[in-house]
């Protein structure tokens, strides 16, 4: 299975702040990634595709970049409502897996 | 798009739990449906696929042995059981339908305890 690794896995911001997730694969997925915002007792949610693709109606402050092995998921100015945890996932090969999350807070 | 699924449920050890998602507002044998579950603290983690079409399954190893998804049409429902439960077992299970490749729609989740 393809080893997903998230880094930091906690980050503490303020509203307003640029901040910035990283992800990892144990091998190359090519641009097969995507990213989740998930609150608690909710599930999941869709923020982008394809590594680099803004799900539709998701807000233009959210953005990813990589390929390969090396993705990042950046929020360019911090809203009340984006303080949750994050999670990246591969779905190159099956099973897809996911990283284990960052929570961001305040 | 809606993922209704059914309610927590309580199962002691050794038992199986059989959880339900309707789908709603799309062509329900149009797509894919995965099953996802997150136990306490953990990371999400993929148990297998259906596809709704045209049946078709793919499991992952680890659950292999365990897990079976089915799927109604003429309900537009996808169900995932999953047998010999521990208390391992105690997770949110999650369906979501596959968009282009990716998860595009979640259901809200159904918790499931294993406890004596």
């Known amino acids: 299975d393809i080893q997903m690794t998230q880094s930091p896995s906690t980050l503490s911001a303020s509203v307003g702040d640029r901040v910035t997730i990283t992800c990892r694969a144990s091998?190359?997925?090519?641009?097969?990634l995507a990213w989740y915002q998930q609150k608690p007792g909710k599930a999941p949610n869709l923020l982008i595709y394809?590594?680099?693709s803004l799900e539709s109606g998701v807000p233009s402050r959210f953005s990813g970049s990589g390929s390969g092995t090396e993705f990042t998921l950046t929020i360019s100015s911090l809203q009340p409502d984006d303080f949750a945890t994050y999670y990246c996932?591969?779905?190159?090969?099956?099973?897809?897996?996911f990283g284990q999350g960052t929570k961001l807070d305040i | 798009v809606q993922l209704v699924q059914s309610g927590a449920e309580v199962k002691k050890p050794g038992a199986s739990v059989k959880v339900s998602c309707k789908a709603s507002g799309y062509t329900f044998s149009d797509y894919i449906i995965h099953w996802v579950r997150q136990a306490p603290g953990q990371r999400l983690e993929c148990m297998g696929w259906?596809?709704?079409?045209?049946?078709?399954?793919k499991y992952s190893q680890k659950f292999q042995d365990r897990v079976t998804i089915t799927r109604d049409t003429s309900a537009s429902t996808a169900y995932m059981e999953l047998s010999s439960l521990t208390s391992e077992d105690t997770a949110v299970y999650y369906c979501?339908?596959?968009?282009?490749?990716?998860?595009?729609?979640w259901g809200q989740g159904a918790l499931v305890t294993v406890s004596s």
């Open positions: 979501a339908r596959v968009g282009a490749l990716h998860f595009d729609y």
């Open positions: 394809q590594a680099s």
């Open positions: 091998q190359s997925i090519s641009n097969w």
């Open positions: 259906i596809n709704a079409g045209n049946g078709n399954t």
């Open positions: 996932q591969q779905y190159n090969s099956y099973p897809y897996t």
